[in-house]
C-alpha cells in the first residue's frame, strides 16, 4: 500500500559528477524522511552512474536507472512513469536543497489543501548565492485560469519545474518533450490548468546553481529553437480555453521570440540560420506586438533587423563582463 505522504523526488544525472554528491546528499539528508529518491544515470560517461549506484547501496529508498542518453526530459518521463509517490518533485543534478525544502512544501500543502507548492531560489555563483530577484509573501492562488495567469504576468510563478512539489495526479498523462531545452515551458502550463489551488511560500528553499558548462548557459541555438513552437502551442491552447487570458499569452509569445531573436546573435548563429532569421522578421513585420515595450522593440528589428540585434550582442558581452568583475 502506497502511503499518501511518500514524495517522489526525480534526478536526471547526465555528467554531473563534480556536482552529485552535493545534489544527492542534500536530499538523502531531508528533514522529511518519507522519500522516493529517483537517479536517472541518463547515458552519463563520468563517474555519475557508479555514484548513482553507490548511494543506492547506502540508502533504501534510492532507486537507480540507466539509460541510454536521451536529454533530460526523456529521463523524467521515465521516472514520472514508475514513481510511485503521491507528491512528485524535479531537481537538477548539478543543483541542491535546503535540508526542510520538502518538509516546508508538503506542510503548505497540507494546511492550505493545495495540488502545488512553489517556493523562492537562490542563484549559486561560484563565490556567492544571492536570492533571486523575487519579493515572496505567502500567496494561495485558485482555479487553473488564475493560476495560470500568474504564471503569464508575475515571477512568482515561473515555468521552472524545480522549486515546486505536485501532486502526481497532475502529471498524468502529461510527458515532456525530448527536446535538450525548454522541455519545461512545454508542459508546465498544462500541469497548471488541472491545479485547483497552489501555494507561494515566502521562503528561499532550491539553490540554482549557475555553470557555465550547463545546456542553459551553452546557449547552443540549435538546442532552443524549439521554442518558439513551444510558444505557439502554449498561446493557442490558454488564448482558445481561456480567452480573458489571450493578451497575456500573445505577450508570452512575442517575449519568447524576441528572446529567440537576441540568441541567434549572441550565438553567432544569425549567419548559419538566415533563413529562420527571415521568417521570424516576416512575423514582426506582420504582427502588431501587444505591449509598448515590444513595440518598440519590434519597430528596431523591423528597421535594422542586424544592425540592432548585433547591437544587443555587444551590450549583452558588456553586461556580463562587468556581472563576472562584481562578483568576484
Known amino acids: ?19 552529485l554528491r552535493r545534489c544527492v546528499d542534500s536530499i538523502i539528508n531531508q528533514s522529511y524522511k518519507n522519500l522516493e529518491i529517483l537517479l536517472i544515470d541518463d547515458g552519463s560517461t563520468d563517474s555519475s552512474g557508479i555514484m548513482c549506484d553507490d548511494y543506492k547501496k547506502i540508502d533504501s529508498r534510492v532507486r537507480v536507472v540507466h539509460k541510454l542518453a536521451g536529454g533530460a526530459g526523456s529521463a523524467r518521463n521515465l521516472a514520472l512513469d514508475i514513481c510511485t509517490g503521491e ?3 524535479f531537481v537538477d543534478s548539478d543543483d541542491y536543497i535546503e ?6 512544501l508538503i506542510s503548505a500543502i497540507k494546511i492550505n489543501n493545495a495540488d502545488i507548492a512553489i517556493s523562492g531560489y537562490y542563484l549559486d555563483y561560484p563565490k556567492k548565492s544571492i536570492k533571486s530577484d523575487i519579493v515572496l509573501e505567502t500567496k494561495l492562488i485558485n482555479g487553473p485560469e488564475g493560476l495560470l495567469r500568474e504564471y503569464l504576468s508575475t515571477a512568482h510563478v515561473s515555468g521552472l519545474l524545480w522549486n515546486k512539489i505536485y501532486s502526481s495526479s ?3 498523462s502529461i510527458r515532456f518533450p525530448e527536446t535538450r531545452a525548454s522541455e519545461d515551458n512545454a508542459t508546465s502550463y498544462k500541469v497548471f490548468d488541472r491545479c485547483n489551488t497552489a501555494v507561494i511560500i515566502p521562503e528561499f528553499l532550491y539553490h540554482y546553481v549557475q555553470r557555465d558548462d550547463s545546456v542553459e548557459h551553452k546557449i547552443i541555438f540549435k538546442d532552443h ?13 490558454i488564448s482558445n480555453k481561456y480567452p480573458n487570458l489571450e493578451n497575456l499569452a500573445n505577450r508570452n509569445r512575442w517575449t519568447i521570440r524576441i528572446a529567440m531573436y537576441y540568441r541567434l546573435f549572441i550565438t553567432h548563429s544569425f549567419l548559419e540560420y538566415k533563413d529562420t532569421l527571415q521568417k521570424w522578421i516576416s512575423f514582426f513585420e506582420n504582427n502588431d506586438a501587444p505591449s509598448a515595450s515590444q513595440q518598440e522593440i519590434q519597430k528596431k528589428i523591423v528597421k535594422h533587423p542586424y544592425r540592432y540585434g548585433y547591437s544587443y550582442y555587444l551590450n549583452f558581452t558588456i553586461r556580463k563582463i562587468i556581472k563576472k568583475i562584481i562578483r568576484r
Do not use: G
Request: overall charge neutral; proline content about 2%; charged content about 25%.
Open 99 to 104: 535540508i526542510n525544502y520538502c518538509e516546508k
Open 170 to 172: 497532475l502529471w498524468r
Open 87 to 89: 507528491f512528485v518533485c
Open 1 to 19: 500500500m502506497i502511503n499518501l505522504d511518500t514524495i517522489s523526488i526525480i534526478v536526471p544525472i547526465h555528467n554531473t559528477q563534480k556536482y
Open 225 to 237: 529553437i524549439v521554442s518558439i513552437d513551444f510558444a505557439e502551442e502554449r498561446y493557442k491552447y
